[in-house]
């Protein structure tokens, strides 16, 4: 069977061709799929059939280019859609890219959040000629037991049998802060990379928030815990790590790891890989990590 | 004339004191101001009246701690009221700390942003024993005509001269990115930064954003604008990186330098001494650089 794109709108062509030939039939509104073959939106059903809650009533883990209705003829986890991972996915020939972050530099991937984005339209473009299918995987896979993301970073930083319950607060055997740094550098890849707080240190109660959960969540596990090193993707300047430098000039011996974002959440996405596979392993399933767009000077 | 912290409860309470010894007075609503000195709220008032417009209905340039009554004994700049600026501050006997950032590490400095926070408790007791003032300047002062902080940038960079009139685009004779990112990190005193972009590339039209502004209006100027280098305090690393690398990779010759916020945006607070000075001749005014709070490694 041919891993082509087949979508819905080429089957109604051949049916009301088959129509005017004089074949009539009603169009289905379920198109005809292949035995070993899935739509976008049968791919994304079995993905949420995991979930443990409802879905959500609103959520930016919506298309942001492509159909539904498409037939997958291969699927890359990501970070980012970046032109160059949509690039290295037309090569691959997989028409159906699942990205953690956003597609379009905002939040909600609105395309008018800034007004003439030429780049933007650039990128949509490119997506739309060579029928790639964007798909964000944000608020679910953060809301699977475990989460996914941390459940994948926990697993590639060796840190998950300290923590099999994929907490977010956890223990590890007391360890210095630059070993812990540069274990984390080795596991995950990561050539740059800002602390505060003395490589001297011992720490083993940790606080673990890849991505970007904001300050306010940040602080509260360093208040409410007995936590002595928080690793986050990124931080508003202004807040976490702020906080950490009083607390620190305290007298609280506190420290802070900004891993960077996209670094901090890949791990997540290549975990996917696996937790797809036998979902749907007819279909090929590969991950491309995004990695940062930063050189460090 | 002391220099020591005069309060308006403490004259009231003399007040009271000389009311009780049969000298009855009725308490003035304005204390006695020393002929060379000026509580906080004057120095406040005379800086607003330099404002092109009105105050603010709302704004988060409020006081963090103590009174606009209290007696100034000296005013010490900065771009964080840290643990240990404010220990500098006590140390030099000014009692009037002008911070551009947060205080308690979120942006409207609110003390239950976070429940229970002890290191905010502390900071704020540290502030309370001192008798030390501390005052937000960072709506008003990015409202000045000329942008106090924008203009405190361009007077350290030596880039005022390409930019009399204190835009944020502006243009510069045509300079490689590696050029600007040494004469950035020179001029700003900052150790380590990130960018994004080929150090050989010849720049020369600047989008200009020291601080936090947010990727929208970030991006808004890129698209907007002819500009080649966008130089930024910090971004949400999905925003304005993303759109930066996702131009690149359309082949649009666009950069981007990320200074850190603190660095980005102190040479404002530094200026804020010379601009001062002569509103205020009689008060000591100090500015002591807060930096970031980051190692890199």
Redesign the interface.
């Known amino acids: 069977m041919s891993r082509q794109p087949y979508k819905r709108r080429d089957f109604l062509e051949d049916v009301v061709k088959a129509g005017a030939a004089g074949m009539l039939v009603w169009p289905s509104l379920t198109p005809f799929i292949p035995k070993d073959q899935m739509t976008v939106n049968q791919v994304i059903a079995k993905i949420l059939a995991e979930l443990p809650g409802k879905p959500l009533p609103e959520t930016v883990d919506t298309l942001k280019t492509g159909s539904g209705d498409q037939l997958v003829t291969g699927i890359i986890t990501t970070m980012?859609a970046?032109?160059?991972v949509i690039?290295q996915a037309i090569k691959t020939k997989a028409n159906f890219i699942i990205a953690h972050?956003?597609t379009f530099?905002?939040?909600p991937d609105k395309l008018d959040?800034?007004?003439?984005?030429?780049?933007a339209k650039?990128?949509k473009a490119?997506l739309e000629k060579n029928q790639i299918t964007v798909w964000r995987f944000h608020d679910y896979w953060h809301m699977m037991k475990p989460d996914g993301i941390l459940q994948g970073v926990l697993i590639q930083t060796e840190w998950l049998a300290y923590n099999p319950q994929s907490n977010a607060v956890f223990q590890i055997p007391p360890q210095k802060l630059g070993e812990i740094?540069q274990h984390l550098?080795d596991k995950l890849h990561i050539p740059?990379?800002?602390?505060?707080?003395d490589?001297s240190a011992l720490c083993q109660h940790i606080a673990l928030f890849p991505g970007?959960h904001g300050?306010?969540k940040q602080?509260?596990s360093l208040?409410?815990g007995q936590v002595d090193l928080i690793v986050v993707?990124?931080s508003?300047?202004?807040?976490?790590?702020?906080?950490?430098?009083?607390?620190r000039?305290?007298g609280?011996p506190v420290s802070m790891i900004?891993l960077?974002?996209?670094y901090s959440e890949e791990p997540g996405m290549g975990y996917l890989v696996d937790w797809l596979r036998n979902k749907i392993p007819a279909i090929p399933v590969k991950h491309i990590a995004s990695g940062?767009?930063?050189?460090?000077?």
């Open positions: 980012f970046t032109v160059d690039r972050e956003p530099y905002n939040h959040w800034v007004e003439n984005n030429g780049v650039e990128k490119l740094i550098k740059h990379l800002r602390y505060i707080g490589p970007a300050g306010e602080v509260a208040v409410s993707g990124e508003p300047e202004w807040e976490t790590p702020e906080y950490i430098r009083d607390a000039a305290l609280h900004i960077g974002h996209s940062e767009p930063f050189s460090w000077g």
